[in-house]
């Protein structure tokens, strides 16, 4: 066919039909220059992927429709123009070159814009599951959780594989959800922090389990917490832990230890009086074996008459006690023992620890002013109080800057009011109640049986002191009584962990 006799039909000859094939031809072409250079370089971002697989590929749909558009409009025109009756529908005549070649074209074009649209849309799809996608298109809003997600254990999952999981139904559920959350960050109507969506998470049994195998019993396991005093020398205090994640010997199953609440002998569920279920009030045992039920309620906050019948009764799954495994926040104190550890924060600097904790609790508005605050903190500290050392090792006191700055911006996040205290952590008790929502003594039945607040059903200490002064057990099967380097009198016996630990940043 020669390019001479390529001719279309009349209508086409519109600006709003060649504006529409102008549009679409060169987004084609956008599309396909980007996408070869992206993969070709390997190089791309979150802003990239919007371009290539959802704002070109609108603007050639338009171009399309517009191509249409403009020949009916031009059809209608001319036809109320001829005064003689026409046909109601346009006659298509392949005996006529003009419409053999719209005929081509067209069925040409669809084909190929077909192919393009399927691959198009697989990409669209996987581009939108992507972590990339999940944590960097909106900045501000999703910084704190992505950068979270990045220092924490599953930050080799996708976030899609936790938050959406498999099945068309929650993946519709989630792209409805983000239509929201686009209107909320276009006008700035989003809170922060952003609440948990805790009513809207799958089931641990649908998700963690895809890789978790809690058929697969686990014995019990050595922690060793590695702490530094706020005194001038930083001394260094360490507490090893046995955790009985599960029992003694692996081959016993889940018959104790922590893992013992996911038995799929027994069933325990709880209701809550608040939306972070950090208030417990009601407890539930059931052994499915057995038979066996035992509720308990807690003493000191009692359900209301009636209250029972509004509030959901809740399953406990892995979920309720791992929150957070992948957007945890350090506490100031964890962020520094563990930067001190790891060398990022030099050791040998005279009350560094102290000093890291006072910047690190400052209030800043924003992410510039903290890091700003904090190396003039130190710095006017230590050429106060440490001249000398200021002077003839300037590199520890830079080291210790830019430690703390980046203890900072892994957990704190001023522009969105996020920090450790933002979200509770029910793992372990120090900051919040955590394990202490049932296990307090005041979960009872009213055959007398009581939930314990026992430390060693969980853990037990078998070492704890300074490098160079532990106490230590003798066999793995004691315990030794925990001793508060701070507080060596035992005060902090009458007391919940986190009555002190909260107030202290």
């Given at each position: 066919m020669k390019l001479k006799n390529l001719k279309l039909p009349a209508s086409f000859y519109n600006w709003t039909s060649i504006i529409g094939a102008t549009i679409a031809l060169i987004s084609l072409f956008m599309i396909v220059f980007l996408f070869v250079i992206t993969s070709i370089f390997n190089q791309g971002g979150s802003y990239i992927g919007i371009v290539i697989y959802i704002a070109l590929p609108g603007l050639l749909v338009i171009g399309l429709l517009m191509i249409p558009i403009g020949m009916i409009i031009k059809y209608k025109k001319r036809k109320k123009e001829v005064e003689?009756?026409?046909?109601?529908?346009?006659?298509?005549?392949?005996?006529?070159?003009?419409?053999?070649?719209?005929?081509?074209?067209?069925?040409?074009?669809?084909?190929?814009?077909?192919?393009?649209?399927?691959?198009g849309?697989?990409?669209?799809?996987?581009y939108t599951e992507s972590v990339e996608f999940c944590g960097t298109l909106c900045h501000e809003v999703m910084k704190p959780e992505y950068v979270a997600y990045q220092n924490s254990p599953h930050a080799k999952v996708a976030c899609v594989?936790?938050?959406?999981?498999?099945?068309?139904?929650?993946?519709?559920?989630?792209?409805?959800?983000?239509?929201?959350?686009?209107?909320?960050v276009t006008?700035?109507?989003?809170?922060?922090?952003?609440?948990?969506?805790?009513?809207?998470?799958?089931?641990?049994?649908?998700?963690?389990?895809?890789?978790?195998?809690?058929?697969?019993?686990?014995?019990?396991?050595?922690?060793?917490?590695?702490?530094?005093?706020?005194?001038?020398?930083?001394?260094?205090?360490?507490?090893?832990?046995?955790?009985?994640?599960?029992?003694?010997?692996?081959?016993?199953?889940?018959?104790?230890?922590?893992h013992w609440h996911i038995n799929p002998e027994i069933k325990v569920e709880y209701v809550s009086t608040t939306d972070d279920r950090e208030s417990i009030p009601w407890v539930r045992y059931?052994?499915?074996?057995?038979?066996?039920?035992?509720?308990?309620?807690?003493?000191?906050?009692?359900?209301?008459?009636?209250q029972m019948d509004t509030l959901e009764v809740r399953k406990m799954d892995c979920m309720d006690c791992h929150n957070r495994p992948s957007h945890n926040y350090q506490t100031p104190i964890v962020a520094i023992n563990n930067a001190i550890t790891a060398g990022l924060i030099p050791k040998e600097l005279p009350d560094i620890k102290f000093q890291a904790m006072q910047v690190m609790n400052a209030q800043?508005?924003?992410?510039?002013?903290?890091?700003?605050?904090?190396?003039?903190?130190?710095?006017?500290?230590y050429s106060t109080a440490y001249e000398d050392l200021f002077k003839s090792r300037p590199e520890l006191v830079n080291q210790a800057i830019a430690g703390i700055q980046d203890a900072f911006q892994k957990n704190m996040f001023p522009e969105m009011n996020v920090k450790w205290s933002a979200y509770p952590n029910n793992i372990g008790h120090l900051e919040f109640n955590g394990c202490f929502r049932c296990h307090n003594d005041s979960h009872s039945?009213?055959?007398?049986?009581?939930?314990?607040?026992?430390?060693?059903?969980?853990?037990?200490?078998?070492?704890?002191?300074?490098?160079?002064?532990?106490?230590?057990?003798?066999?793995?099967?004691?315990?030794?009584?925990?001793?508060?380097?701070d507080d060596p009198d035992g005060n902090w016996k009458g007391a919940l962990c986190s009555d002190c630990h909260r107030d202290l940043y």
């Open positions: 003689k009756k026409e046909l109601r529908w346009p006659s298509i005549d392949f005996n006529e070159p003009k419409h053999r070649n719209a005929f081509m074209i067209f069925s040409v074009g669809s084909t190929i814009f077909l192919l393009l649209s399927a691959i849309s697989y990409e669209a799809f996987h594989e936790c938050h959406v999981g498999s099945g068309a139904d929650w993946y519709v559920r989630s792209k409805l959800s983000g239509l929201y959350q686009v209107y909320s006008f700035n109507l989003y809170p922060r922090p952003i609440p948990v969506p805790i009513h809207n998470l799958r089931p641990a049994r649908e998700t963690c389990e895809e890789c978790h195998w809690p058929e697969k019993f686990y014995a019990r396991q050595l922690r060793i917490e590695r702490h530094y005093m706020s005194s001038s020398e930083n001394t260094e205090w360490d507490i090893h832990l046995q955790m009985k994640t599960g029992p003694s010997l692996s081959a016993l199953g889940l018959q104790e230890g922590i059931t052994n499915l074996k057995t038979g066996e039920v035992h509720e308990y309620t807690d003493a000191q906050h009692p359900l209301e008459p009636g800043y508005s924003t992410t510039d002013s903290a890091m700003m605050g904090i190396e003039k903190g130190i710095n006017e500290y039945t009213a055959e007398g049986r009581v939930i314990p607040m026992d430390c060693n059903l969980c853990h037990t200490i078998v070492a704890q002191g300074t490098p160079d002064s532990m106490q230590v057990v003798s066999r793995l099967d004691e315990s030794l009584e925990f001793f508060h380097m």
